[in-house]
């Protein structure tokens, strides 16, 4: 597609249980970065990859949260052992490696987070 | 420490008439600017940008002001529809350091928390 994809869209899920968040980036973007956002908060940055590679990881809340990427293309975030402080939007983004001091990020649409 | 603050949660405004959402900063290493609008669950849409060697940036109804010395950023629209009405987000730009080296093109955005904005009829 055109645009960033998020799967699933939306995700209820019981506390204690692990779950996946997959993004694919626009094709030929090499960074991607992964935002949470919470109820009343602002966006929050977790993680970054510039290819296969995450040099900042300093987003990540807790150690039940993991993060990957292949290919140069999708990536999954990964949250286990989930708590309810974890329900929130999870925002995924790309942006093209370009020249210039301007490099705009596009966003997915989010993936919802419930946990009960 | 919030180093992007919208200070207004909400701003209200009339049809046709001007609305200005306003940005402060704290840290005069960013240096790129970015309006994000977001409509209810959706994620952020790029809207408009400013280079920190600019001081004005303008996209049809929508402007960009840029005043370093105050660390402080606006964004106007003229003339204000219905269809505005979203939340704005004001993100700075920070280079990373990637291997100890300035990598010009690899950011971290900072965010501010938002404005709601709502343009009535």
């Known amino acids: 597609g055109a645009g960033v994809s998020q799967s699933p869209s939306n995700k209820v899920t019981e506390k204690g249980k692990d779950v996946e968040l997959r993004c694919d980036p626009i094709?030929?973007?090499?960074?991607l970065y992964w935002y949470r956002q919470s109820l009343g908060q602002g966006l929050e940055f977790l993680i970054y990859?510039?290819?296969?590679?995450?040099?900042?990881k300093s987003g990540l809340p807790s150690d039940r949260f993991s993060a990957e990427r292949t290919g140069g293309s999708v990536s999954t975030l990964t949250i286990q052992r989930t708590q309810q402080e974890d329900s929130a939007v999870y925002l995924c983004?790309?942006?093209?490696?370009?020249?210039?001091?301007?490099?705009?990020?596009?966003f997915g649409e989010g993936s919802w987070l419930t946990v009960v | 420490d919030q180093q992007v603050k919208q200070n207004s949660p909400s701003l209200s405004v009339q049809e046709g008439r001007i609305s200005i959402l306003n940005c402060d900063y704290t840290?005069?290493?960013?240096?790129?600017f970015l309006w994000y609008k977001k409509y209810p669950a959706e994620g952020p849409t790029f809207l408009i940008s400013?280079?920190?060697i600019k001081d004005k940036n303008e996209d049809g109804r929508f402007t960009v002001f840029l005043n370093k010395s105050a660390k402080h950023l606006s964004l106007h629209i003229v003339p204000s529809q219905p269809g505005d009405s979203a939340v704005y987000f004001c993100?700075?730009?920070?280079?990373?350091?990637?291997?100890?080296?300035?990598?010009?093109?690899?950011?971290?955005?900072?965010w501010g928390l938002g404005t709601s904005l709502a343009v009535n009829p």
């Open positions: 993100a700075a730009s920070l280079r990373i350091m990637l291997d100890r080296i300035w990598v010009g093109n690899n950011r971290k955005l900072i």
């Open positions: 840290n005069s290493m960013f240096d790129y």
């Open positions: 400013i280079s920190s």
């Open positions: 094709s030929g973007h090499t960074a």
């Open positions: 990859f510039q290819g296969n590679s995450a040099p900042d």
């Open positions: 983004a790309s942006s093209p490696q370009v020249g210039g001091s301007g490099n705009t990020i596009y």
